[in-house]
């Protein structure tokens, strides 16, 4: 069984830019959540989403955004992109939403803000 | 809120030495206590879980993790480790309310020399 998938894997934006990835998870996942890792701040929760709804969101601005689709596939949103955006983005599937659900992570999104 | 702490940043050993890669929790409600491996420019990979029953759970690779909930930790441990297990080290923790979201530490980083 394929793992997650995340595209692109690497990406350089300009501050102000928008960007959108994209995360496939394992087949027959419905839950996916995402995380972003910086050096600074470490892995920090971004959203959770299940049956194309969010369910739950971090302390994150509202620039960050993200939906799932009807085959459980998510995109997530950054607009007006800032120096500290820069980051590795995680995606991480689940058979389902709930805590005792082991989640499977992608390899990632780097994201380069210049 | 939930919240660890893993006190060392970096852990130096040589090979086939014993290592203790140490985690602490913090939570007012039931958790569920994973510990992730992540090699450079990858993702996370789940190493071992504890739900529930037994205190002591091991993973196919040789580590080993103990929950101890009057100190509220759960310590990785490995008798004999490999060059190979150089990488960071997450400890992550997520609770029975139904949402999916993993607080993690800040990482401890495994260099296992020759």
């Known amino acids: 069984k394929a793992g997650v998938t995340q595209t692109p894997r690497y990406l350089i934006k300009t501050r102000g830019q928008q960007v959108t990835l994209s995360c496939s998870p394992i087949s027959g996942h419905r839950s996916v959540s995402w995380y972003q890792q910086t050096p600074g701040q470490g892995l920090q929760f971004l959203f959770e989403y299940f049956s194309e709804t969010q369910r739950n969101k971090g302390n994150f601005p509202g620039r960050f955004s993200g939906r799932q689709f009807s085959n459980s596939r998510s995109e997530m949103n950054v607009s007006t992109l800032e120096l500290g955006d820069s980051a590795l983005y995680l995606c991480?599937?689940?058979?389902?939403?709930?805590?005792?659900?082991?989640?499977?992570f992608g390899p990632g999104t780097r994201l380069t803000v210049t | 809120a939930q919240s660890v702490t893993q006190l060392d940043s970096q852990v130096p050993v040589f090979e086939e030495a014993p290592v203790e890669l140490r985690c602490n929790y913090s939570s007012s409600v039931s958790v569920y206590l994973f510990w992730y491996v992540q090699y450079p420019n990858q993702g996370l990979q789940l190493l071992l879980k504890?739900?529930?029953?037994?205190?002591l759970v091991e993973s196919i690779n040789g580590f080993e993790a103990e929950f101890n909930k009057s100190q509220t930790s759960f310590h990785l441990r490995k008798p004999s480790v490999h060059i190979s297990d150089t990488a960071e080290y997450f400890c992550?923790?997520?609770?029975?309310?139904?949402?999916?979201?993993?607080?993690f530490g800040t990482g401890t980083r495994l260099l296992v020399s020759p």
């Open positions: 992550a923790v997520t609770t029975n309310t139904g949402f999916q979201k993993l607080v």
């Open positions: 504890y739900l529930s029953g037994s205190t």
């Open positions: 991480a599937s689940s058979l389902m939403p709930g805590g005792p659900n082991e989640q499977y």
